[in-house]
């Protein structure tokens, strides 16, 4: 009798140990087609609520691909995407209830500002991707952004598509910014277009 009861102590702890809620897990892959987005051309400062999908983000609007214009750089999958502003960056941030998230992929893509916004020409870059650790370790990766058309010394001749990349090693992020480094443009002057962006987050 004593053995029994001592099995179902053990019993009833195996199966609490089984039954214990883990961390929330969720996967996202963020497309941005349920925000509001502008014309690109008109003036817009709103980017995603905060926070959106598990993210909190600065440096960057929402917008969408326009029928106005002649030479742009355009996402490949939907209308919208996040766009920035030439010389800002995007900034990323897991929100306060996210212990961390593993950033798995994206497309991006980038763009010469002109006076007029609908003539926004795709233009060779290389982009970086900068991801800060719980541990506070930095992971950088470069990508060479390649517009794939007809242009003229690096700057497209005619509308180009954002291109997918895959982020290696990018885990337990807590923020993640992307950066032109080079550009066959000025990169003062070179703007960041992102959307698709995948990745899983870890809850508190």
Same mark, same amino acid.
């Given at each position: 009798?004593?053995?029994?009861?001592?099995?179902?102590?053990?019993?009833?702890?195996?199966?609490?140990?089984?039954? $214990?809620?883990?961390?929330?897990?969720?996967?996202?892959?963020?497309?941005?087609?349920?925000?509001?987005?502008?014309?690109?051309?008109?003036?817009?400062?709103?980017?995603?609520?905060?926070?959106?999908?598990?993210?909190?983000? @600065?440096g960057v609007v929402v917008a969408?691909?326009? +029928?106005?214009?002649?030479?742009?750089?355009?996402?490949?999958?939907?209308?919208?995407?996040?766009?920035?502003? +030439?010389?800002?960056?995007?900034?990323?941030?897991?929100?306060?209830?996210?212990?961390?998230?593993?950033?798995? @992929?994206?497309?991006?893509?980038?763009?010469?500002?002109?006076?007029?916004?609908?003539?926004?020409?795709?233009?060779?870059?290389?982009?970086?991707?900068?991801?800060?650790?719980?541990?506070?370790?930095?992971?950088?990766?470069?990508?060479?952004?390649?517009?794939?058309?007809?242009?003229?010394?690096?700057?497209?001749?005619?509308?180009?598509?954002?291109?997918?990349?895959?982020? %290696?090693?990018?885990? %337990?992020?807590?923020?993640?910014?992307?950066?032109?480094?080079?550009?066959?443009? $000025?990169? $003062?002057?070179?703007?960041?277009?992102?959307?698709?962006? $995948?990745?899983t987050c870890y809850a508190k």
């Open positions: 009798m004593h053995f029994s009861k001592n099995f179902g102590l053990l019993g009833l702890f195996a199966l609490s140990a089984v039954a $214990a809620p883990s961390k929330k897990v969720e996967s996202f892959v963020a497309d941005y087609e349920d925000l509001p987005g502008n014309v690109a051309g008109l003036p817009n400062v709103n980017g995603p609520p905060t926070p959106y999908l598990d993210l909190d983000y @600065s969408s691909n326009s +029928p106005l214009s002649v030479i742009a750089v355009s996402t490949p999958s939907g209308k919208n995407y996040l766009a920035t502003n +030439p010389g800002q960056s995007p900034d990323i941030k897991v929100h306060s209830n996210i212990a961390y998230c593993n950033f798995n @992929s994206l497309l991006i893509g980038t763009y010469l500002s002109t006076a007029n916004g609908d003539v926004a020409p795709a233009v060779d870059s290389t982009v970086r991707f900068t991801g800060t650790t719980t541990s506070g370790k930095t992971i950088t990766q470069d990508y060479n952004y390649r517009t794939g058309v007809s242009n003229l010394n690096g700057v497209a001749l005619q509308t180009a598509f954002d291109k997918s990349v895959a982020l %290696k090693n990018f885990n %337990k992020i807590t923020d993640l910014t992307i950066t032109v480094v080079n550009s066959a443009g $000025a990169v $003062a002057l070179t703007g960041i277009n992102l959307d698709r962006l $995948a990745y």
